[in-house]
C-alpha cells in the first residue's frame, strides 16, 4: 500500500509533511488529551520535530522536559535546540560518571549542565535520559514540568515511562515503530499478553490504557531515496505507508574511478544505478563470523573510497565526496561487526562507522553496506527474524545500500517453522520477520551479483 497524491494534484512532500507537523503542534498546544503520539518512519525528521515542538512549548511560557533513551540522543538535541536558538535557556541534566554529555556542550552559553534537577529550575527546557530523569522525585521539584516530550518513545520500556509519569501532565511521544522494540536482559514471559507488561514498549503500554489519545504519523521520509522508500514501506510499514521527500533523479551517485570488472565494483555500480545492490556469495553454513563474508564487506568499502565517489543530492548543487565518515556497515552481532572492524584495519582503512543494528538506530550515513542478519546461518531463530533489526539496516542511506549474503536465505525462510509459542492477549507483531525478509530478498534479487571469491 502506498500513499495516493491528492485528488486533482501530484503529491506534494513538503506540503504533506507541513500539513502532518502543524496537526501534531496543534494537538500538543492546544488539545485536551494528556498525551499525543507520532509515529515516524527511518529520516521522517523525528528530531526535527521534537526541537521544534520543544520551542513552540517554551515560546508560549510552557517550561518542559525532554526525555531521550541514550547521552548520544540527548547531547544531539541539545545541539540541536541551541543551533536553531541560542537564545533558549536549556538544562542538561546529567549522571555523575567521568565523562557525562558531549564537551561540545560546554562551549554553548545558553546551556547549564548539573547532575542535580533543582540546580535546573526555572530553565525553559530540561533534557536528559530516561535512566537519569528515574532518579528524580517529584518532591525534590517545586511542581511536576506541565509538559514533557519523550522521544524515540518506541526503544523506551513501559516500566521506565512508569519510573518518570509522575514528573509530568502532558507529554508528546515521538518515535519510529518500525524498529528494535526495547532491550530487556530479563525474561519476561510471565507478563505477555498483560497491559501492563512492563517490557513492553512505552507507547504500546500507553494506548493500551488510553485508545482515545490523538495518533499522528509523519508521511515523508527525507533520509531514504525514491529508490528505497516504497520497499522501507511496504516490507515494514504496510499500515502505515510513507514516501520519500525526493524523486528519482534528485541524487546520484558517481565514481571518478571506473569498475575494474571485479564483484565488489560491479555490485558498488549496481547500487549507485538503482539505489540498492546485493552481493550473494555461495551457499554455505558458516560461523558467525562468516571469514569470506567479512573480507567481502571490508573490499567494498576499500573500493568504495578508492573509487573516489561523489554524491549529489537536493541539499546543494556541487557534489560531496564520499568520504569514510559517510560510509556505514552494519551487522547483527558485536562480534560480526568487530571482525569488520579488524578487516578494514587490515585494508588501511578508517573511520568508517561498523556497528550493530542496535546502536545504529536513528543514525544516517550516504552508503551503508550490510551484512545479511541471516547469511551462511542453518536456522532462522526469531533474533535473527526480529523484523526491526532488518529495517534498521535497510534503512540508514540516503543513497545506495549494498546488502552481503550467502546463497540460499530463500530456502532457510521456506524451511523455518515458527516455534515460537503462541502467548493470549498478545498482539501478532505485522509484518512478521518471515514476510518481511521475503520482501526484502525479492527486491534485492533484482540487484544481484554473484561472487565465487
Not at 494537538?27 to 528530531?47: E, N
Not at 520497499?231 to 551517485?253: E, K, M, N, Q
Not at 564520499?322 to 560480526?336: C, E, F, N, S, Y
Request: with cysteine; net charge negative; charged share 20%.
Amino acid at each position: 500500500m502506498q500513499l495516493a497524491p491528492p485528488a486533482g494534484g501530484t503529491f506534494d512532500p513538503g506540503a504533506e509533511a507541513a500539513r502532518a507537523t502543524d496537526a501534531i503542534l496543534h494537538d500538543t498546544l492546544h488539545g485536551t488529551h494528556r498525551g499525543v503520539v507520532v509515529d515516524s518512519p527511518p529520516g521522517a525528521g523525528k528530531s526535527t520535530l521534537v526541537v521544534r515542538a520543544a520551542r513552540e512549548l517554551a515560546a508560549a511560557g510552557r517550561p518542559l522536559m525532554v526525555i531521550a533513551q541514550t547521552n548520544a540522543q540527548v547531547d544531539d538535541l541539545v545541539l540541536r535546540l541551541a543551533e536553531k536558538d541560542p537564545e533558549l535557556p536549556v538544562g542538561r541534566l546529567h549522571s555523575s560518571d567521568p565523562d557525562p554529555y558531549d564537551k561540545a556542550l560546554d562551549d554553548l552559553p545558553n546551556v547549564r549542565k548539573s547532575t542535580k534537577a533543582g540546580d535546573l529550575a526555572g530553565l525553559d527546557v530540561v533534557i536528559s535520559t530516561a535512566a537519569k530523569w528515574a532518579h528524580v522525585k517529584v518532591d525534590q521539584l517545586d511542581a511536576p514540568w506541565g509538559h514533557a516530550i519523550v522521544d524515540e518513545a518506541y526503544q523506551m520500556r513501559s516500566d521506565a515511562l512508569l519510573a518518570v509519569a509522575g514528573l509530568f501532565e502532558r507529554a508528546l511521544f515521538v518515535g519510529d515503530p518500525g524498529q528494535l522494540d526495547p532491550f530487556s536482559i530479563v525474561g519476561a514471559e510471565q507478563w505477555a499478553g498483560l497491559s501492563y507488561d512492563p517490557s513492553a514498549s512505552a507507547v504500546t503500554t500507553l494506548l493500551a490504557h488510553n485508545p482515545e489519545l490523538p495518533q499522528h504519523r509523519l508521511p515523508v521520509s527525507w533520509r531514504l531515496p525514491a529508490s528505497a522508500a516504497p520497499l522501507v514501506s511496504g516490507a515494514f510499514y504496510p499500515y502505515t505507508p510513507f514516501r520519500s521527500g525526493t524523486a528519482h533523479g534528485d541524487r546520484a551517485l558517481n565514481f571518478a574511478v571506473p569498475s575494474d570488472g571485479s564483484a565488489p565494483d560491479q555490485v558498488i555500480d549496481e547500487a549507485a544505478r538503482a539505489g540498492w545492490g546485493l552481493l550473494e556469495l555461495p551457499a554455505r553454513n558458516t560461523p558467525r563470523t562468516d571469514p569470506e563474508a567479512v573480507r567481502a564487506l571490508a573490499q567494498v568499502v576499500r573500493r568504495l573510497l578508492d573509487r573516489g565517489g561523489a554524491a549529489t543530492s537536493e541539499r546543494g548543487p556541487d557534489p560531496a565526496p564520499l568520504t569514510a565518515d559517510r560510509i556505514a556497515v552494519g551487522t547483527a552481532h558485536r562480534d560480526q561487526a568487530a571482525a569488520v572492524r579488524a578487516a578494514l584495519a587490515d585494508l588501511g582503512v578508517a573511520d568508517v562507522t561498523v556497528d550493530t543494528a542496535n546502536r545504529l538506530q536513528g543514525r544516517e550515513y550516504d552508503v551503508t553496506v550490510v551484512l545479511h542478519p541471516l547469511s551462511g546461518r542453518p536456522d532462522a531463530t526469531a533474533f535473527h527474524l526480529e523484523t526491526g533489526r532488518l529495517c534498521v539496516l535497510a534503512s540508514r542511506h540516503r543513497h545506495a545500500c549494498i546488502v552481503v549474503c550467502r546463497a540460499g536465505v530463500e530456502a532457510l525462510l521456506d524451511d523455518h517453522p515458527s516455534t515460537e509459542p503462541v502467548q493470549l492477549g498478545v498482539t501478532v507483531k505485522f509484518p512478521d520477520g518471515w514476510e518481511a525478509n521475503h520482501s526484502v530478498l525479492a527486491r534485492l534479487s533484482e540487484h544481484r551479483v554473484v561472487w565465487r571469491p
